[in-house]
């Protein structure tokens, strides 16, 4: 009953997101989920344009992905990326040579006119993701992060100094004057469900949500609308979130995070290991779902979004039976 929902949106960036939105497409019915992905870590290479958190949902949908690493495509090899050092460019960024065919493939479109939206849809349906995959805006959106060595570029941050400068400030550069996807808003629109992804707030979801539109189309839209937690007891499951919060003053908290979702939330599903949250979540309004949110494999994911979709189901028809 639960997984017959027809119309979930996944909001996501990074690798929790796109766990989560392999856990769903396992989950639900071909064509339900639509995944509107983060472009603020988007950057060029050797004049190629290179959208991570994009190629790591496509990759993650179509089985191509190394899980080892979360991103990246599984077996790849660095040849090209050993001529490059050769030819003394930089390589911090390890593209491998079949990751770099897609991003050769998406610049070469670009260049021909086509859109960001397009290139994903067409990309996704060739390699054969199995969920409809949208940029949340064609324009360029750039998460930027100030440190004590300055402004810095997302990627050289995060890959190049492996999150080390402490960020002391971040915003996302050409957010205010994007346009949202009409395709994203229209799936929003649509939506029965609306997830959020248990990605880096700050980095992955903010980035969509500063755009203009996506807030309000949140806002307006007669979708439940379900946050899953990116922390279990405290401690981000990846990457440099929980360091992250703490230098900008944020809680290190399931309630810290639900807070950066202000009024956009009816529920959160959080780790057994926070319960004693449940009050602070309940006390903003927010059903909570307790449960083992972490996602070792497509069967754990799988199992979260099914525990997620079953409990949707079942807050929805309690508000239906509230409003009626
Ligand atoms: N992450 C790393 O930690 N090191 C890398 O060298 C690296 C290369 C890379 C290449 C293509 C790609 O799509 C992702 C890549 N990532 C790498 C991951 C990426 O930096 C992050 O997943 C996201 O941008 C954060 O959400």
């Known amino acids: 009953m639960p997984t017959s929902a027809s119309n979930v949106v996944l909001i996501a960036g990074g690798v929790g997101g796109a766990r989560m939105a392999e856990g769903l497409a396992r989950a639900l019915p071909a064509g339900a989920l639509t995944v509107i992905a983060n472009v603020g870590d988007d950057d060029d290479f050797y004049g190629l344009r290179v959208c991570p958190d994009i190629d790591t949902l496509i990759y993650t949908l179509s089985d191509r992905i190394d899980r080892k690493q979360g991103w990246g495509v599984a077996d790849d090899t660095v040849r090209a990326l050993d001529v490059l ?11 491998g040579d079949a990751d770099f065919g897609l991003h050769i493939w998406r610049s070469w ?3 021909a ?4 939206t397009q290139i994903t ?6 390699l054969g993701a199995r969920a409809r995959i949208l940029p949340a ?12 060595d300055g402004w810095m570029d997302f990627q050289p941050w995060f890959v190049g100094r492996r999150c080390e400068p402490e960020v002391l400030e971040l915003r996302y550069d050409g957010a205010e004057k994007a346009k949202a996807s009409t395709e994203a808003l229209a799936a929003i629109e649509a939506a029965e469900l609306i997830v959020f992804a248990p990605s880096n707030p700050l980095l992955s979801i903010e980035p969509i949500l500063g755009i203009d539109g996506f807030r309000s189309a949140i806002t307006a839209s007669r979708a439940l609308r379900i946050g899953v937690s990116p922390l279990i007891g405290g401690k981000a499951v990846k990457g ?3 360091r992250l919060l703490t230098g900008l003053g944020i809680e290190t908290t399931t309630t810290g995070v ?15 290991q926070d319960l004693v949250e449940t009050d602070d979540l309940q006390e903003r309004g927010l059903s909570v779902l307790p449960t083992d949110i972490l996602m070792r494999n497509p069967e754990d994911a799988e199992r979260l979004a099914v525990e997620i979709l079953t409990w949707a189901a079942a807050l929805q028809g309690h508000c239906e039976r509230a409003a009626s």
């Open 85 to 95: 050092r050769t030819l003394a460019a930089p390589t911090w960024m390890k593209l």
């Open 109 to 111: 479109q670009l260049a």
């Open 113 to 116: 006119g086509n859109s960001l």
């Open 121 to 126: 849809q067409e990309a996704a349906k060739r």
């Open 137 to 148: 805006s064609d324009d360029p959106i750039r998460t930027k992060l100030r440190t004590a």
């Open 240 to 242: 440099p979130l929980a």
């Open 258 to 272: 639900a807070e950066r979702y202000n009024g956009l939330l009816d529920g959160f599903a959080i780790d057994t």
